[in-house]
């Protein structure tokens, strides 16, 4: 019963958690914005010798906030895709932050779980802002591989990179990683600490 | 050959931690088999539940199965939504997966169907370390319940898009996605507590 309890708990408070974290997109968002398309320029933009980068979207609106230009380089045709920085980015970190500032552990251990969680959420971001390109067709990059390969390619990357429950996922598995330590796994697989560990 | 191996691993590990040594070697027997199954259980329910994951964005979310997989289901949400809707005084029609009233309209479309956060309840309890039984009934009662509070979801969001507006998309999109698949997690996490009380072989490992 207490056990339920303390999920029910935890429940309640990342989710209240991650409203709140929410409700502060409209201050945080242009900046947050910058920062995407900054950090998006510099890992894939500086090495495209300008035939890729991320600018301001005209609509200006948070689902279409961003947009990512290709030049094919040999036909000089110019595409735009729209992104959301608040979709690819601000979400997932909120919903990470949420998570390891609501788990049930104490305030120290919670303090390096957000840590690292920050560190490997930014991680998975700044991936998916290299493979852009790629996913989404880049000139001649995408001709690199088979059309099969190329497709395949493309699902994955929706499936870990745009859908929605692919960015709800991998929060989950980085607030994982960051939050249970490895002594921790014999407890919650059978519900007591490693035997060593309590003999020693 | 292995079991020498192991004897010998055992007798390093009983070297370093006296009290151990002292109890004799088929403490240390067990310690080690204790040992072995608390690490590969868990890497085996990590490869299990990403194979199983893998699959279903394979096969479900694949480009040519988009649009037709799940649509009897997503059909019988907007009819069974209308009904309840109906039963609650508002003059609801259904036509297909859109369910539309005088005050406010909307579509049963992929992704209001909870067959994502689902999935990974699904293939949780599948790769987690208990016996069939357990996990027969966990997948019955956990699919179920999110079916049923995926239900309840639409119906409220509903009452959120007829009296909220403004707020419809930040609830819909930004906050029952989320809540679902942690409800997803906490559901597992749930019958995982009840699993283990169940389980022989858990029990066993314990001891």
Redesign the interface.
């Known amino acids: 019963m207490r056990?339920?309890r303390v999920?029910?708990g935890?429940?309640v408070q990342?989710?209240i958690v991650?409203?709140l974290l929410?409700a502060m997109w409209p201050i945080l968002g242009g900046t947050y914005a910058n920062l995407f398309r900054t950090t998006g320029n510099c890992l894939v933009g500086l090495g495209s010798n300008g035939r890729v980068w991320f600018s301001p979207s005209a609509k200006g609106d948070e689902n279409h906030d961003t947009q990512l230009v290709l030049v094919d380089p040999q036909t000089g045709a110019g595409r735009r895709v729209s992104l959301s920085s608040r979709g690819h980015g601000y979400?997932p970190t909120a919903?990470v932050l949420a998570l390891t500032l609501s788990s049930p552990i104490r305030w120290r251990r919670r303090f390096w779980a957000t840590a690292w969680g920050l560190v490997w959420i930014d991680a998975y971001i700044a991936l998916k802002l290299a493979l852009f390109p790629v996913a989404y067709g880049a000139g001649d990059t995408i001709e690199l591989f088979p059309e099969v390969l190329s497709?395949a390619l493309r699902?994955v990357f929706?499936?870990i990179g745009t859908?929605?429950?692919g960015w709800?996922?991998v929060p989950?598995i980085i607030w994982a990683l960051a939050t249970i330590r490895h002594k921790d796994?014999?407890t919650?697989?059978?519900?007591?600490a490693?035997?060593?560990n309590s003999?020693? | 050959m292995r079991r020498t191996r192991s004897r010998k691993l055992a007798f390093r590990i009983g070297f370093r931690h006296n009290n151990i040594q002292a109890q004799g070697a088929t403490r240390i027997g067990n310690l080690l088999g204790a040992m072995t199954l608390v690490r590969h259980p868990v890497l085996r329910a990590v490869i299990v539940f990403t194979v199983l994951m893998a699959l279903f964005y394979g096969i479900v979310h694949a480009p040519d199965n988009k649009v037709l997989a799940f649509e009897s289901h997503l059909r019988l949400l907007a009819s069974w939504t209308g009904s309840v809707l109906v039963l609650c005084g508002h003059d609801a029609t259904v036509n297909g997966r859109f369910v539309g009233s005088s005050e406010f309209s909307f579509e049963v479309v992929r992704g209001c169907d909870a067959i994502e956060p689902t999935a990974v309840f699904v293939s949780a309890v599948l790769a987690s370390p208990a016996s069939l039984g357990p996990k027969v009934l966990g997948i019955l009662v956990g699919a179920l319940s999110l079916f049923l509070l995926n239900f309840v979801r639409i119906i409220g969001l509903f009452f959120v898009g007829l009296h909220f507006r403004n707020a419809f998309e930040f609830v819909h999109e930004d906050i029952c996605q989320t809540a679902f698949l942690l409800l997803a997690v906490m559901g597992w996490t749930v019958w995982g507590l009840w699993a283990r009380r169940s389980t022989p072989r858990l029990r066993h490992a314990r001891g």
């Open positions: 056990a339920a999920i029910g935890f429940f990342s989710m991650y409203s929410l979400l919903f497709d699902h929706w499936v859908s929605a429950t709800m996922i989950l796994w014999p919650i697989v059978y519900g007591t490693c035997p060593i003999n020693a």
